[in-house]
């Protein structure tokens, strides 16, 4: 009897705290940082590592067609490859990338944009 009443006890308290929770809050939202220059090393490698290269390595796997691992692959990707048209297309678009994920925060994109329309800045 006292372990059902415990039981019970535990679930109803679980239901109230998930039930507490909310993200319906704007008190931690800020607006958009503009970066003022965007360089590869400071703003878009991040991004490539951590979006780009469990597919497109050195080598890459997966089908990736070419690596993204360091400046001169990334630059040539931009400039030769397609790069922000594939990241751009709507997520389930063929072609579209990151492959069968979702499709990159716009604000990421937007800096790969930026970097580009800079002169693709090492």
């Known amino acids: 009897m006292k372990i059902i009443f415990f039981q019970r006890a535990a679930l ?6 998930i039930m507490g929770c909310t993200t319906a809050s704007t008190d931690d939202l800020t ?3 503009e970066i ?5 090393t400071e703003h878009v490698r991040p991004i490539t590592t ?3 290269v469990r597919c497109h390595s050195n080598p890459p ?3 990736a067609p070419m690596p993204l691992t360091t400046y001169e692959f990334v630059k040539n990707a931009v400039e030769t490859r397609g790069l922000l048209d594939r990241i751009q297309r709507p997520e389930g678009t063929p072609g579209a990338m990151p492959l069968g994920g979702p499709r ?4 990421l994109i937007d ?3 930026q970097w580009e329309a800079e ?4």
């Open 31 to 33: 607006e958009p940082v």
């Open 111 to 113: 800096i790969i944009v």
């Open 119 to 122: 002169g693709l800045l090492e």
């Open 50 to 52: 951590n979006n780009c």
């Open 12 to 17: 109803l308290a679980g239901v109230l705290c």
């Open 104 to 107: 990159l925060p716009q604000n």
């Open 61 to 63: 796997v997966n089908g």
């Open 36 to 40: 003022e220059q965007i360089t590869y």
